[in-house]
């Protein structure tokens, strides 16, 4: 039997999955979109892996990060549950060993890594608002009537960007439609907003940081190449871009299980078992927690959310 190890990166707006063997070599991977579903999306995530994977390995360890890390980690039963900042870190130094900052940027949120001889020396996440997001590119897209793969390559025309205020998702949509109403033209505001997404990134995410060479861009958006290209002229330096950037997470999650020693057999038919998770308001007491219980084909599999033990589900 040659081992594997599987590593799930749960986000807002899509699924990531990889299986790597001993040596961090990609086995199988999956790219979906969550679609407010979590584990459903995994399910599907694990059923087009399993399509792709030798049958002569076997999955011992599993790794989950992302928003919905936790729950996840509970339904497949993870042996490592780790937060994005650690699971981007490990994942990008296993494909850039000496890569000093991590510029990444999803679908609803965004965030800053620096590393210095391979250990996490500062970070900072922008979640309170989505503007400058993957999120907030897409509806700008449907805004302009565009595809959202033509939005690059139409931005990379302009000769003049115009000034898009970015700060806010609401304004920004406001001084969009301003924009052309005056008279821009599409390939201008459009590169004004791929701009826009760098700079709010810089002066909110990146405030105070000491950004070092070699850059490494992922997530959804730096896919974007306008983006990738103003990133560079702002910080006057290149910006890497992997290919499989959007599986960083997932692969850094699945190079930190291998070090678990709780090895099991994954068993790929889990995405037959129902699972279903309800909301519940604990009366108990004056907190009025709202716990999160998580069944199994109808049994309580667990429960968190609770602050005393009053609100301990059983």
Not at 31 to 55: C, F, H, R, S
Not at 146 to 173: G, Q, Y
Not at 291 to 308: E, F, P, Q, S
């Amino acid at each position: 039997m040659k081992k594997a190890y599987l590593g799930i990166d749960i986000g807002s707006i899509s699924t990531k999955g990889i299986v790597i063997d001993e040596n961090n070599n990609t086995l199988a991977d999956s790219y979906l979109w969550t679609l407010g579903n979590p584990i459903q999306a995994v399910k599907n995530v694990l059923n087009e892996i399993a399509g792709k994977m030798d049958g002569s390995y076997t999955v011992v360890n599993i790794g989950t990060t992302g928003s919905a890390r936790k729950l996840i980690g509970t339904v497949l039963g993870a042996q490592v549950v780790k937060n994005e900042i650690t699971a981007h870190a490990v994942g990008t130094l296993s494909v850039v060993p000496d890569v000093k900052t991590i510029l990444e940027i999803g679908g609803q949120d965004s965030k800053i890594i620096l590393i210095n001889q391979g250990v996490v020396m500062d970070y900072a996440m922008n979640t309170l608002c989505a503007a400058g997001t993957g999120s907030f590119l897409t509806s700008q897209a449907k805004r302009l009537d565009l595809d959202l793969d033509d939005f690059a390559s139409l931005a990379l025309t302009s000769e003049n960007p115009a000034k898009i205020a970015a700060r806010c998702t609401v304004f920004a949509e406001s001084d969009l439609v301003h924009k052309a109403q005056i008279g821009h033209s599409k390939a201008d505001i459009v590169a004004g907003l791929c701009r826009a997404i760098v700079m709010n990134y810089l002066n909110n995410v990146g405030k105070g940081k000491q950004i070092k060479s070699p850059v490494v861009f992922q997530g959804g958006v730096s896919k974007n190449s306008a983006v990738v290209k103003e990133f560079e002229k702002e910080l006057q330096m290149p910006v890497h871009v992997d290919p499989n950037g959007h599986l960083m997470g997932a692969l850094g999650v699945a190079v930190l299980c291998k070090a678990s020693k709780e090895e099991t057999s994954f068993d790929f038919s889990i995405t037959d078992i129902d699972f279903v998770t309800k909301g519940i308001e604990c009366t108990h007491c004056p907190n009025n927690c709202e716990i999160i219980c998580v069944y199994k084909n109808g049994t309580l599999l667990d429960a968190w959310g609770n602050r005393c033990e009053q609100g301990a589900q059983k």
